[in-house]
């Protein structure tokens, strides 16, 4: 309704004229076409304001969604960043509690699944490894060895680093298996060589238990050494016998007890070249004599007579010893015969049999003369002559 700007009375939209004083309403249709502008004016603008308060709209309810999901996800990351922490700390059943919270979010996620897997395998293996243990602890060792290949496989073909602390379980039960089986087979092995090989067998592992056997495998090859030393030193081998020192100096270097065999076995052997030397001299002395005396004094005479037959003739016999220390030969009496006052009246000599004679083989000569006068004679041994071989 429009108002008479005369006296104030309302009157009807769009009358030019008031009813109620007949003046004319001026600025009517002014005011009217004014307020139709205006109308219009206003009812432009919303075409325009309404996609911008919707796009305001979206544009919030995005950032207020983006802001959370970001942080769904922020959490979420460093869920998994604690649960790898935990799993290569050893902790595996913190890391699969905290890996199934961070499923349970973002189960789209197959990085959290995999992991969340890879976890659940390590405990399962290290489980296993548990029962190893046991296994070794009971000697049962084919069976935890044969176990712990499997597990050690299994590790390879998981390729995850998650799994890393198990490796290293794994090695520490494969060298406790490796050292019980050495210790189990000591007693067995009988030679240096053999127990150098399980030396080099345990070579690396810096278990305890391997000290301990590595010790008792060193005094095993010091006892052997010694008593085949001893052996070898009472037959004077003895640079077998050092030989043989020096072997088991190579794994026991500095080893007080064979280092003390050896310096024994060094003056035993001194000694005895020594002695060797001096028998060595003796002995050529003794011979230098031999020969002498097999060259000039090798027969003994045992017997030397002479004797008349029935019919007048006379017989030389005599009997010589070899005293010699080597075979002589074609030896040869020589001898003179004297009548009975002392006088020669023959001079003769006589081959002796056998021909060779032994060191102290006896040999025989003997001459029958036909020509001599009655009378009494007697024999004399003048001189001997031999050969030796």
């Not at 108002?3 to 309302?10: A, F, G, Q, S």
């Not at 243990?133 to 073909?157: D, F, G, P, V, Y």
């Not at 009472?234 to 016998?241: G, L, T, V």
């Not at 036909?370 to 007697?378: A, H, K, N, T």
Request: aromatic fraction near 6%; include cysteine; charge should be negative.
């Amino acid at each position: 309704m429009n108002v008479c700007p005369h006296c104030k009375k309302e009157v009807s939209e769009g009358s030019r004229y008031c009813s109620q004083c007949g003046q004319p309403i001026k600025g009517t249709e002014e005011h009217h076409i004014h307020k139709e502008k205006s109308g219009k004016k206003s009812k432009r603008w919303w075409p325009v304001i309404v996609p911008v308060i919707t796009l305001i709209i979206m544009t919030i309810t995005f950032f207020v969604v983006y802001t959370h999901q970001k942080n769904v996800n922020e959490e979420v990351l460093n869920m998994k960043k604690q649960a790898e922490e935990s799993a290569l700390s050893g902790n595996y059943e913190k890391a699969e509690k905290i890996l199934v919270q961070a499923v349970d979010r973002r189960p789209e996620f197959q990085v959290l699944q995999s992991e969340l897997n890879a976890v659940q395998t390590a405990l399962f293996l290290s489980e296993e490894l548990d029962d190893v243990e046991k296994q070794i602890k009971e000697n049962q060792l084919k069976t935890a060895e044969s176990e712990l290949k499997k597990i050690q496989n299994q590790i390879q073909e998981q390729k995850s680093r998650l799994l890393v602390t198990l490796t290293p379980e794994a090695n520490h039960l494969e060298s406790r298996i490796t050292v019980m089986k050495v210790n189990d087979e000591i007693s067995r092995l009988s030679t240096v060589d053999e127990l150098a090989g399980k030396l080099n067998t345990l070579s690396g592992l810096n278990l305890e238990e391997a000290s301990k056997v590595r010790k008792k495998i060193n005094e095993k090859i010091i006892t052997l050494s010694t008593k085949k030393a001893e052996d070898a030193l009472a037959q004077k081998q003895y640079s077998e016998a050092i030989a043989i020192v020096d072997q088991a100096l190579q794994y026991v270097s500095n080893d007080e007890k064979l280092m003390q065999l050896k310096e024994r076995i060094k003056q035993e052997q001194t000694a005895f070249e020594q002695e060797q030397r001096k028998r060595l001299e003796k002995a050529m002395e003794q011979a230098a004599e031999d020969e002498l005396k097999n060259k000039t004094d090798a027969l003994e005479v045992v017997e030397a007579k002479l004797t008349k037959d029935e019919y007048g003739d006379i017989k030389v016999t005599g009997k010589v010893k070899s005293v010699a220390t080597q075979i002589i030969s074609t030896i040869t009496a020589k001898y003179d015969i004297l009548n009975e006052k002392g006088k020669v009246v023959k001079s003769e000599e006589a081959k002796v049999y056998p021909i060779y004679l032994n060191p102290g083989d006896v040999g025989t000569f003997e001459k029958v003369y036909y020509e001599l006068d009655d009378g009494e004679y007697s024999v004399k041994i003048t001189e001997m002559e031999w050969l030796v071989e």
